[in-house]
T-cell receptor, first 109, second 120 residues
Framework: SQQGEEDPQALSIQEGENATMNCSYKTSINNLQWYRQNSGRGLVHLILIRSNEREKHSGRLRVTLDTSKKSSSLLITASRAADTASYFCAGGSNYKLTFGKGTLLTVNP | EAGVAQSPRYKIIEKRQSVAFWCNPISGHATLYWYQQILGQGPKLLIQFQNNGVVDDSQLPKDRFSAERLKGVDSTLKIQPAKLEDSAVYLC??????????????????FGPGTRLTVL
């Protein structure tokens, strides 16, 4: 079963714009992680936010977590063509990660 | 640091044939995972090892899939016999956490490039 559900399923923006992706999950989690997948590099870990954290930054990435609403968001600022990829959230609980279906982000030059 | 290695990268077989995938995790990683990713979906966990013991195989179709992690390092995943619906990318991942770390299975996972399986 899928733990996370990303929204939107697909997003197309221009280079330089910000991209926001949302994730909702069903059960309690220890942490929530975001991964990126493109054809060239496979699945790559981006950022992890623990259940007792509300916001975390890493470079051009900003992640928020609202455990009361069981939701998270990933913001990519000043997007680049190289950010074109699928982005997955994954909820960590019960000794494993459960991935959502992903958001396909296309950044047009 | 070398990443997670997988082979082969691509495999095409006929239905009812058998196939095996190999994974070499990052050195020192206690936990190893096999995921199945069908086109357009997120990865689905098939089996999780901690050293050479199975932690979770609840979503592994045990009538046709098998996996082992000998000596707690390399792992193989086998499908016998394959069905059309097994066409997918099979991803191997590894992570540091063992039972004593408190984060086993939920810490950062490092993925290999995957094996794309096509069953005709």
């Amino acid at each position: 079963s899928q733990q996370g559900e990303e929204d939107p399923q697909a997003l197309s923006i221009q280079e330089g714009e910000n991209a926001t992706m949302n994730c909702s999950y069903k059960t309690s989690i220890n942490n929530l992680q975001w991964y990126r997948q493109n054809s060239g590099r496979g699945l790559v870990h981006l950022i992890l936010i623990r259940s007792n954290e509300r916001e975390k930054h890493s470079g051009r990435l900003r992640v928020t977590l609202d455990t009361s609403k069981k939701s998270s968001s990933l913001l990519i600022t000043a997007s680049r063509a190289a950010d074109t990829a699928s982005y997955f959230c994954a909820g960590g609980s019960n000794y494993k990660l459960t991935f959502g279906k992903g958001t396909l982000l296309t950044v047009n030059p | 640091e070398a990443g997670v290695a997988q082979s082969p990268r691509y495999k095409i077989i006929e239905k009812r044939q058998s196939v095996a995938f190999w994974c070499n995790p990052i050195s020192g990683h206690a936990t190893l995972y096999w995921y199945q990713q069908i086109l357009g979906q997120g990865p689905k966990l098939l089996i999780q090892f901690q050293n050479n013991g199975v932690v979770d195989d609840s979503q592994l179709p045990k009538d046709r899939f098998s996996a082992e992690r000998l000596k707690g390092v390399d792992s193989t995943l086998k499908i016998q016999p394959a069905k059309l619906e097994d066409s997918a990318v099979y991803l191997c991942a590894s992570s540091w956490g063992g039972w004593t770390s408190g984060s086993m299975g939920t810490d950062t996972q490092y993925f290999g490039p995957g094996t794309r399986l096509t069953v005709l």
